[in-house]
């Protein structure tokens, strides 16, 4: 029982005894807007990316009304507003509140919970963890403690599967059977913890990991300084008390979406499986989704950690006509897309720090589908990267860098230099 709560060769990146970032935590919610070029900025925490068709009809509503009205996906599956109105704080957060988006205004940065997209809904067979993702959010909105958390710290709650295991969150429960794994930042080996246990056993570690962050400034668990972080596992064994030692579990080191199209469910049902090119909904794309969700569905969406988003709960037979549908629509709804793979972050004119259109550049070079994703960014920050192994294309003063990615290690660059063509080429060649 738990303790009562109080590529081309690639190179290892260097490495200090930690990686504290400097300044305050910045990260952006509801409550605290983010100002870009193009507006006021908010990112509504979706846990899990489970949203039901009404509450996703109020984040249109809030978007049209009060920002640019597309709604765009992050890599933790949450939806950002942009373009908003000055001064529409207190309005925004009233009808986030009253859309029942908003159950903690203490917590709203901090109910960061990736969850498997497929999870219960396809024919796997793999635990549902639906009742980790309720439980810890509930859990995570009643510690007073939890507040201390920075907007980036991210759970993970993985059905078995593997996917968002490896999406290097900070603390991950993976379903094992009838039990469950507690893996506590990037480290291979985890505790073996009645499933029942499992949500509780997440905030454990979480507030120990504020206890040992709390001299260092540390944001996430890969930011503590060398001692502490090794000092962590032991501290939240003591806490949890799982069942037995550590054992040895390899996280994924690469991170799997589901594939676009039908996905085959119990009881003659399937789901729908779409990608969002660049991440960015329009209204209408956004209507078609829900529209399908509340009249064929189960009247629920869930947004994926990788910009998509999955229609659970569709009779078998209607699947092959409402794939059609989305498709024709704009989303990626099977493999052949060239979108399929491709990443970009807002990019100028959205952001300031940004040197390029990264976006109008993703879409000029869109060629064959490659072997790896490939990934955008418009300055150094890379906001929002994918994890595992992918194309790092960034635009630097001199052009753009390509470098490829795997886990910890990069490649040698390659830079070009102000030539659209020589640039699709070169990024065409890196994800081969």
Same mark, same amino acid.
């Given at each position: 029982?738990?303790?009562?709560?109080?590529?081309?060769?690639?190179?290892?990146?260097?490495?200090?005894?930690?990686?504290?970032?400097?300044?305050?935590?910045?990260?952006?919610?509801?409550?605290?807007?983010?100002?870009?070029?193009?507006?006021?900025?908010?990112?509504?925490?979706?846990?899990?990316?489970?949203?039901?068709?009404?509450?996703?009809?109020?984040?249109?509503?809030?978007?049209?009304?009060?920002?640019?009205?597309?709604?765009?996906?992050?890599?933790?599956?949450?939806?950002?507003?942009?373009?908003?109105?000055?001064?529409?704080?207190?309005?925004?957060?009233?009808?986030?509140?009253?859309?029942?988006?908003?159950?903690?205004?203490?917590?709203?940065?901090?109910?960061?919970?990736? +969850?498997?997209? /497929? =999870? !219960?809904?396809?024919?796997?067979? @793999?635990? *549902?963890? $639906?009742?980790?993702?309720?439980? #810890?959010? %509930?859990?995570?909105?009643?510690?007073?403690? +939890?507040?201390? /958390? =920075? !907007?980036?710290?991210?759970?993970? @709650?993985? *059905?078995? $599967?593997?996917?968002?295991?490896? #999406?290097? %969150?900070?603390?991950?429960?993976?379903?094992?059977?009838?039990?469950?794994?507690?893996?506590?930042?990037?480290?291979?080996?985890?505790? $073996?913890?009645?499933?029942?246990?499992?949500?509780?056993?997440?905030?454990?570690?979480?507030?120990?990991?504020?206890?040992?962050?709390?001299?260092?400034?540390?944001?996430?668990?890969?930011?503590?300084?060398?001692?502490?972080?090794?000092?962590?596992?032991?501290?939240?064994?003591?806490?949890?008390?799982?069942?037995?030692?550590?054992?040895?579990?390899?996280?994924?080191?690469?991170?799997?979406?589901?594939?676009?199209?039908?996905?085959?469910?119990?009881?003659?049902?399937?789901?729908?499986?779409?990608?969002?090119?660049?991440?960015?909904?329009?209204?209408?794309?956004?209507?078609?989704?829900?529209?399908?969700?509340?009249?064929?569905?189960?009247?629920?969406?869930?947004?994926?950690?990788?910009?998509?988003?999955?229609?659970?709960?569709?009779?078998?037979?209607?699947?092959?006509?409402?794939?059609?549908?989305?498709?024709?629509?704009?989303?990626?709804?099977?493999?052949?897309?060239?979108?399929?793979?491709?990443?970009?972050?807002?990019?100028?004119?959205?952001?300031?720090?940004?040197?390029?259109?990264?976006?109008?550049?993703?879409?000029?070079?869109?060629?064959?589908?490659?072997?790896?994703?490939?990934?955008?960014?418009?300055?150094?920050?890379?906001?929002?990267?994918?994890?595992?192994?992918?194309?790092?294309?960034?635009?630097?003063?001199?052009?753009?860098?390509?470098?490829?990615?795997?886990?910890?290690?990069?490649?040698?660059?390659?830079?070009?230099?102000?030539?659209?063509?020589?640039?699709?080429?070169?990024?065409?060649?890196?994800?081969?």
């Amino acid at each position: 029982m738990l303790a009562a709560m109080s590529d081309s060769a690639l190179s290892p990146r260097s490495t200090g005894a930690s990686a504290v970032p400097s300044g305050g935590d910045a990260c952006p919610g509801t409550l605290r807007l983010h100002r870009a070029d193009d507006g006021a900025l908010a990112r509504v925490r979706v846990p899990g990316g489970v949203l039901t068709a009404d509450r996703a009809e109020a984040l249109l509503t809030v978007a049209g009304r009060l920002g640019d009205g597309d709604l765009h996906l992050t890599s933790r599956g949450n939806v950002q507003l942009r373009g908003l109105a000055p001064g529409c704080g207190a309005e925004l957060a009233r009808s986030l509140g009253d859309a029942g988006l908003l159950p903690s205004e203490a917590h709203e940065r901090v109910r960061n919970i990736v +969850a498997s997209p /497929l =999870s !219960g809904i396809d024919d796997s067979g @793999l635990p *549902d963890i $639906r009742s980790w993702l309720t439980g #810890l959010d %509930a859990l995570l909105c009643g510690s007073e403690r +939890a507040t201390g /958390l =920075s !907007g980036r710290f991210l759970f993970a @709650l993985d *059905d078995g $599967r593997g996917d968002v295991d490896a #999406l290097g %969150a900070d603390v991950t429960l993976i379903a094992d059977g009838a039990g469950a794994l507690l893996r506590v930042g990037g480290d291979d080996a985890v505790f $073996r913890l009645p499933a029942s246990d499992g949500p509780r056993a997440a905030l454990l570690a979480a507030e120990v990991f504020l206890g040992l962050a709390r001299e260092t400034g540390a944001w996430r668990v890969k930011d503590l300084p060398d001692g502490a972080r090794a000092a962590l596992p032991d501290e939240v064994a003591r806490r949890v008390r799982p069942q037995g030692p550590a054992v040895h579990r390899e996280r994924p080191r690469a991170a799997r979406p589901p594939a676009p199209g039908a996905v085959a469910g119990p009881h003659g049902r399937a789901a729908l499986s779409t990608g969002v090119p660049l991440g960015r909904l329009g209204p209408a794309q956004w209507r078609l989704l829900t529209g399908i969700s509340r009249d064929r569905g189960s009247g629920e969406l869930r947004l994926t950690p990788w910009r998509g988003v999955v229609v659970p709960g569709l009779p078998s037979r209607d699947a092959p006509q409402a794939l059609r549908t989305l498709a024709g629509a704009g989303l990626i709804t099977g493999p052949d897309s060239p979108w399929t793979g491709v990443g970009a972050c807002i990019g100028h004119p959205g952001c300031a720090k940004s040197l390029a259109d990264v976006r109008a550049e993703a879409g000029a070079a869109l060629g064959p589908l490659g072997r790896l994703p490939v990934y955008w960014s418009g300055c150094e920050r890379r906001c929002g990267h994918p994890h595992g192994e992918w194309i790092d294309v960034v635009a630097t003063a001199d052009g753009h860098r390509i470098s490829h990615v795997r886990g910890d290690r990069r490649g040698a660059p390659v830079t070009v230099r102000d030539d659209p063509a020589a640039l699709a080429a070169a990024v065409a060649e890196a994800r081969a």
